[in-house]
């Protein structure tokens, strides 16, 4: 009787011990584990995000090492086009590229500011396409049959202007070689400070002529060519309450002989 007694007890104590166990793994131990797991995941994020800083930070190391290149470029593009027309230092400029290559200015004008606005392209008329019946409709991958409207791409966007962005029209009328006029033509485009785009061009051939009026002597086959031009400004504030729209696109040039 005793040892049964005895059996019991000690079975009774056993499942209470493993009820303790089983009760501190979930009250202790399971939570214990699951904050483990949570903090190397933290770890692993903070990690990831540390080597992503570092490469932002080597970007911005590399960068810094650039900041003098990159003010120098903004500086250029500040001379290019500048906040005022300088219209003083344009003259001066256009002067030393005609007696470099060669050409006379006969006549130089400068034109009203004018408010640069980009030019929206035209929108296209679209084809409807004639009904087919389905027997007829072209499967996937198939050319459409001759006589069926292709599908038409979106209109394209156009160019935007920045805000005080200021158009100064130039008209130049030059004398010399057809070889110094176009060096001159090119040097105004691409051998000045300023940004300057040529929108138009004429061209007359002269004959013999001897100096007269003030004017140099012109040879056979010499060119008289008027330059239409563009300077831009990029004024601080509004453009100017008077200021018209203008195109900045620079038209192909016509040669009229």
């Known amino acids: 009787m005793a040892a049964k007694r005895s059996g019991a007890w ?11 166990m089983a009760g501190g793994w979930l ?9 483990a797991t949570d903090v190397r995941a933290q770890t692993v994020a903070a990690v990831q995000q540390n080597d992503l800083l570092e490469l932002q930070l ?17 500086e250029s593009v500040r001379r290019q086009v500048p906040r005022t027309l300088l219209d003083t230092d ?21 034109t009203t500011p004018m408010t640069v606005v980009a030019v929206a392209p035209v929108p296209g008329t679209e084809p409807v396409a004639p009904a ?23 209109a394209p966007t156009g160019p935007t202007a920045p805000n ?32 300057v785009g040529v929108s138009g061009l004429e061209v007359m051939v002269l004959e013999d002529q001897g100096a007269q009026g003030g004017q140099a002597a012109v040879t056979a086959g010499d060119w008289q060519a008027t330059v239409r031009a563009t300077a831009y400004v990029l004024a601080p504030e509004a453009t100017p309450p008077a200021a018209a729209a203008v195109a900045p696109a620079v038209a192909p040039a016509e040669v009229n002989s």
Do not use: C, H, W
């Open 27 to 35: 009250l202790l131990v399971a939570p214990a584990r699951a904050d």
């Open 58 to 74: 080597a970007s911005l190391r590399v960068d810094a090492a650039k900041l003098d290149e990159y003010k120098a470029q903004l």
């Open 132 to 154: 087919v019946p389905a027997d007829d409709a072209p499967a996937d991958g198939e050319a459409p049959a001759e006589g069926d409207a292709l599908p038409v791409p979106p």
């Open 90 to 110: 344009l003259t001066r400029e256009i002067d030393a590229i005609a007696a470099a290559n060669g050409v006379t200015i006969e006549d130089f004008a400068l």
């Open 10 to 20: 000690i079975g009774g104590a056993a499942f209470l011990a493993v009820l303790m």
């Open 164 to 195: 005080g962005m200021v158009g100064v029209d130039l008209s130049l009328t030059v004398v010399g070689t057809p070889d110094e006029v176009s060096a001159f033509i090119a040097a105004l485009q691409e051998g000045i400070t300023r940004l």
